[in-house]
């Protein structure tokens, strides 16, 4: 599994961050089955005040950016749904411009194996690609 963090801001406004929040207690059916269909194999979204962060796994080789097209284009009520959260949303400091949901860079990791040092050449072979 490849594992991708990204991050992006909602609106600084208390009813739409609830409004994200209610959405989100009950996803709609064609968006679930959509993630999975295009690879997603594992989804967490967390949040900080207005600040959110997706941990999203895909199958081996598949690149998040392109499942989530695939995602969006899959079906109407998909995009549908997308254009609904990202009306809520604005991009995070830091983000590439055009860029929505921005990836995040690995700092450091704990896993017996991995330190920094290896987290951050992992983040730049993950550029040359």
């Given at each position: 599994?490849?594992?991708?963090v990204?991050?992006?801001?909602?609106?600084?406004?208390?009813?739409?961050?609830?409004?994200?929040?209610?959405?989100?207690?009950?996803?709609?059916?064609?968006?679930?089955?959509?993630?999975?269909?295009?690879?997603?194999?594992?989804?967490?979204?967390?949040?900080?005040?207005?600040?959110l962060?997706?941990?999203?796994?895909?199958?081996?080789?598949?690149?998040?950016?392109r499942?989530?097209?695939?995602?969006?284009?899959?079906?109407?009520?998909?995009?549908?749904?997308?254009?609904?959260?990202?009306?809520?949303?604005e991009?995070?400091?830091?983000?590439?411009?055009?860029?929505?949901?921005?990836?995040?860079?690995?700092?450091?990791?704990?896993?017996?194996?991995?330190?920094?040092?290896?987290?951050?050449?992992?983040?730049?072979?993950?550029?040359?690609?």
């Amino acid at each position: 599994m490849t594992r991708s963090v990204l991050t992006v801001d909602l609106k600084d406004d208390p009813a739409v961050i609830a409004a994200y929040k209610e959405h989100h207690r009950r996803v709609w059916p064609e968006v679930l089955s959509s993630l999975r269909a295009v690879g997603i194999r594992h989804m967490d979204i967390y949040i900080l005040e207005r600040r959110l962060v997706m941990i999203a796994e895909t199958s081996d080789g598949l690149d998040i950016r392109r499942c989530f097209a695939a995602h969006v284009s899959s079906h109407p009520r998909v995009a549908e749904w997308e254009t609904l959260m990202k009306s809520m949303q604005e991009p995070p400091p830091g983000s590439e411009s055009g860029e929505w949901w921005a990836a995040m860079e690995p700092l450091f990791q704990l896993d017996g194996a991995q330190d920094a040092s290896t987290a951050a050449n992992t983040r730049d072979r993950r550029r040359t690609r």
